[in-house]
């Protein structure tokens, strides 16, 4: 019985180690993913606070919303 019990607690590690390394890799994926985007995101929001209260107003009244 103790064999027994050994080889499942083996193979569970096996599943439990494949799941680690897959939510690592898509951990790195997404990590870079973000890495890419916060630049994009940051020169945004730079133009944004560029921008003056009658500059956006204008900009709002010719896009007619």
Known sequence: ?????????RKDEA???QKASESQ??????EGDLAEAIPALEAALAALNTLKVCSALLLISESGY
């Open 15 to 17: 599943v439990a180690n």
């Open 25 to 30: 890799a898509l951990k790195e994926e997404c």
């Open 1 to 9: 019985e103790v064999e027994a019990r050994s080889e499942l607690v």
